[in-house]
Each structure stands twice: as structure tokens, then as C-alpha cells.
């Protein structure tokens, strides 16, 4: 009986996509992910996680084991590579990730759905916190593009789409904890009290 196929994540899909040019191991992987600055955008965590993810693609047939090196100075490393199953299913989710949005839920919007339970002067300081950090953020960024190697623009469309991203939010912190401060983005716990009784259903429609 044919395995079930892993769920599609960004991680899984950098690893098949790396296995297309030749065989990799595990370390070779994390440090091509390192090297090319694509951590900015998939999430490697602990050594563990690749680990984990190379087994799952390996149980489903999308990669396979080319071979085992063995040599006195180094453990026992396995190369895997990409299987024609994994090259049809990378294609896939890569099309896939590209053209449909993903209901990710981060935990910043979740947050801001919250706002409402901080004072507005309070909620301005810590937007600026965010806004600070964010400018370190986006200074990094810049950094890493200007020193970045000569390379197909194709292969820095990551890169892009963070910076016009974290520039876009960036614009959004600062304008809005300036109508914080400036009093054009108010509202009192009362108010938004009386709302809520409002918009409740009756009592006698419960239950």
C-alpha cells in the first residue's frame, strides 16, 4: 500500500528542491540553506526538525538514499536524492504555494485583534518598539542584498518580497502609532463595553 503523502511545508519544499541538483546530506542541506540566506524565509529550527522532515519524504518515497559515506574522520554520513515521485510532488506544492494564499494565522494580526484591551498610549509604545526593531530588520535586509554575490535576480525574489513586506509594515507601525499619539485612534473600554451588550444575543436565544 502506497504511503501518504507528508503535508507540504516550507521546509519540505527546500529540501526537494536542493536534492534536484545533486545529492545532499543533512548537513549539506542546512548549509546551503545557510549559505544562500534562505533561513530568512524557511523556519530550519534544530538540527532535529531536517532530520525529521528528510524521514517523512524518505517514508513516502519523494527522496531516496544514493549513499552512505563512511570515512575514519568524520561519522557515518547518508547522501539522499530527489526521487522522479518527489520532482512531480515539489513541482506541486510549489505551484501551489505560489498561487494560493495560506491561512498561516501569525501571531502578530492575532494580536492586533486584541488591541483594544490596551490603552491607546500604551499600544503606540510598543508599536514603536515593533517599528524599531523592524527597522533593524529591514537595515539588515539592505545589508544582505548590497552584499549579496552576483546572482539571477530569479534567485532573490525571496529576498525582495521580505524587504517590500517589512518596508509595508514598517510604513503601517509608524503611521498608526502616530494617529495613536496624535488622538485620531482612540477608544474607551466603556464604549467598547456598551458595543459588546449590544451585538449579544438575547438571553432566552441561548442554550
Do not use: C
Not at 544562500?36 to 524565509?41: A, E, N, P
Amino acid at each position: 500500500m502506497e504511503k501518504a503523502l507528508p503535508r507540504s511545508s516550507p521546509l519540505a519544499l527546500t529540501v526537494l528542491s536542493l536534492l534536484h541538483a545533486q545529492p545532499l546530506h543533512p548537513y549539506g542541506i542546512r548549509r546551503l540553506i545557510k549559505q544562500w540566506g534562505k533561513d530568512d524565509v524557511v523556519n530550519v529550527g534544530q538540527p532535529a526538525s531536517l532530520y525529521r522532515t528528510i524521514e517523512r519524504l524518505l517514508e513516502s518515497g519523494l527522496v531516496a538514499v544514493n549513499q552512505t559515506e563512511r570515512d575514519q574522520r568524520y561519522p557515518e554520513r547518508t547522501l539522499y536524492e530527489v526521487t522522479e515521485k518527489g520532482r512531480e510532488v515539489a513541482h506541486r506544492w510549489l505551484a501551489e504555494m505560489v498561487a494560493r494564499p495560506a491561512a498561516e494565522y501569525p501571531q502578530f494580526p492575532a494580536a492586533l485583534s486584541f488591541a483594544m484591551m490596551l490603552a491607546p498610549a500604551e499600544l503606540a509604545e510598543l508599536l514603536e518598539r515593533r517599528a524599531a526593531r523592524l527597522a533593524e530588520q529591514l537595515a539588515a535586509i539592505d545589508v544582505g542584498l548590497a552584499a549579496a554575490p552576483a546572482l539571477p535576480r530569479i534567485t532573490m525574489l525571496d529576498n525582495e518580497y521580505l524587504r517590500v513586506v517589512t518596508a509595508a509594515e514598517l510604513d503601517w507601525l509608524r503611521n498608526t502609532a502616530k494617529e495613536l499619539a496624535d488622538g485620531r485612534l482612540t477608544w474607551s473600554f466603556e464604549e467598547l463595553a456598551a458595543l459588546a451588550a449590544a451585538q449579544a444575543p438575547p438571553a432566552d436565544s441561548m442554550g
